[in-house]
C-alpha cells in the first residue's frame, strides 16, 4: 500500500504487526467516529493489554509486536481503531528504521495488506496503519503520519490524559516510582499565546477548531542607513511525504485557487505595523496539504544581523484578533529565516510552532528543502 491508500479487510478478525530495524513499542488506539478515545482505557498497549475488541500482543523471539482486532467485537460507537508505534527510548527518531506494517487474517495467517511509510526523519511516533468502518464493513488505511513529540503528541491529539504510559520502555525498578505529571496541550482557550522558539499551540479553542480562516503577518524595521532592507515573506505548502507542492510569494501571490493569498511585495518595511502578510483557507486547501511553513528572506542581501524587530503573528482573517506572536530575539548573519510552521495533525487540527532558523538563501527558493527538513 502507499500513502493514504486503502483496501477492505476480508477478515473479520485482523493483526497488524509493526516491524523494524529496532524494537518498537506497538499501541492501539480505539477511537469514536469523532475521532477521539472515549477515556484513557481506549488506549491499549504493553501495559493495558487488553480492550473491547483489541488487544496487545508482545515481542517474542520469532513474532514482532502486534495489535490483534476483532471488529465484531467492537463497541458499536467506536468507528476506528489506530495503530502507532514509536522506540523504546522516547529520544530516538524513527530514521532509518523502516517500520513496516503487515496486516493477516488472524486465524489463517495470510497476508491481506503490507505498508512501509517513506522518508521518516525526525519523527519519534508514528500513526502507522488505521483500521475503520464504512456502514458495516472494515477497511484498513495506510497512514504513515510521524510525529516529533512522540507518543504525547499522538495520544494528545486523540484526547488520551497520561500519554507517558506508552510513550517509553519501562525503567528498571530503582525504588518507588515516581508520577509523570500529564504533558499540557497549549491551545488558544485562554486567549493570545506568545511563543518562543520552539514553542507549539493548538489552534483550537474548548476541544474544537477555533477559525478556519488565518492571517500570517510579518514585520521589520527599515534600515537606518545604508541600503533600504527589501524582505520577502513566503509560505510554502507540503505534503505528507515533505514535498513541496505549491509556494505563494511575491512572484506568485496566489495558490490553490486563493486559499493561500500574499498581500504583495514591501521593498522597504517603511509605516508601522506588518509589511507583509500571507492569508490562509485552511478548509480550502487540498487534501494533500499537511504542513505550511512560513518563511522570510532578504532579497536586498542583507543579513539578519542588520534587520530590527522582525516577527510573526498570526491573526483570525475575519476579525483581525492577535492569537498568537513569535518574536525573534536573536539573530545570525545569514540572509533567510524559517519563522513558523502550520502542521495538519492526523486528527485534523492544525498546530502552529515558532521555528526561528536561519538559512542562508536570498529568496523562496533557496528555502524549500531545509523548511522541508524542520516539519
Not at 477511537?31 to 517474542?60: C, N, Q
Not at 458495516?136 to 488520551?160: H, L, T
Not at 500570517?216 to 513541496?244: F, H, K, T, V
Not at 490562509?280 to 499537511?290: A, M, N, T, W, Y
Request: aromatic share 6%.
Amino acid at each position: 500500500m502507499t500513502p493514504g491508500g486503502n483496501a477492505p479487510l476480508t477478515a473479520t478478525r485482523v493483526t497488524v504487526e509493526v516491524t523494524a530495524l529496532k524494537p518498537l513499542n506497538v499501541s492501539g488506539l480505539l477511537l469514536t467516529e469523532a475521532g477521539k478515545a472515549r477515556s484513557d482505557a481506549d488506549l491499549v498497549f504493553r501495559d493495558a493489554p487488553k480492550g473491547p475488541g483489541v488487544a496487545h500482543r508482545p515481542a517474542a523471539r520469532n513474532a514482532p509486536a502486534a495489535i490483534t482486532v476483532d471488529t465484531a467485537a467492537l463497541p458499536r460507537e467506536i468507528g476506528k481503531v489506530v495503530v502507532t508505534a514509536n522506540l523504546d527510548h522516547a529520544s530516538d527518531t524513527l530514521a532509518g528504521t523502516e517500520p513496516t506494517a503487515t496486516v493477516r487474517d488472524s486465524i489463517t495467517g495470510a497476508v491481506l495488506v503490507t505498508f512501509t511509510p517513506r522518508r521518516l526523519s525526525r519523527e519519534t511516533a508514528l500513526v502507522v496503519v488505521e483500521l475503520y468502518r464504512r456502514g458495516d464493513a472494515w477497511k484498513v488505511r495506510a497512514v504513515g503520519q510521524g510525529y516529533a513529540n512522540g507518543m504525547a503528541g499522538i495520544a494528545g491529539d486523540f484526547g488520551v490524559s497520561v500519554p507517558s504510559r506508552a510513550s517509553a520502555a519501562p525503567p528498571k525498578p530503582v525504588g518507588p516510582p515516581a508520577a509523570s505529571p500529564p504533558l499540557a496541550k497549549v491551545t488558544l482557550d485562554k486567549g493570545k499565546v506568545s511563543l518562543v522558539k520552539g514553542g507549539s499551540v493548538s489552534l483550537e479553542k474548548n476541544g474544537k477548531p477555533l477559525l478556519s480562516s488565518v492571517r500570517m503577518a510579518l514585520g521589520w524595521e527599515p534600515a537606518r542607513q545604508g541600503r533600504n532592507i527589501d524582505l520577502d515573506a513566503s509560505c510554502i505548502a507540503y505534503d505528507a511525504q515533505r514535498e513541496r507542492i505549491e509556494t505563494a510569494w511575491f512572484m506568485k501571490l496566489n495558490v490553490f485557487d486563493g486559499a493561500i493569498a500574499h498581500s504583495g511585495d514591501s521593498l522597504t518595511g517603511e509605516g508601522s505595523g506588518d509589511d507583509e502578510s500571507v492569508t490562509v483557507h485552511l478548509d480550502g486547501l487540498p487534501s494533500e496539504v499537511c504542513g505550511l511553513v512560513f518563511v522570510v528572506n532578504s532579497f536586498s542581501g542583507q543579513k539578519f544581523t542588520e534587520i530590527r524587530n522582525a516577527y510573526c503573528r498570526l491573526l483570525d482573517a475575519g476579525s483581525g484578533q492577535e492569537l498568537v506572536r513569535f518574536d525573534l530575539t536573536h539573530s545570525e548573519p545569514m540572509t533567510g529565516v524559517v519563522m513558523c510552521k502550520l502542521v495538519r495533525q492526523y486528527s485534523g487540527e492544525w498546530v502552529m510552532t515558532a521555528l526561528g532558523e536561519y538559512v542562508d538563501a536570498k529568496t523562496a527558493r533557496g528555502m524549500v528543502k531545509p523548511a522541508a527538513a524542520m516539519l
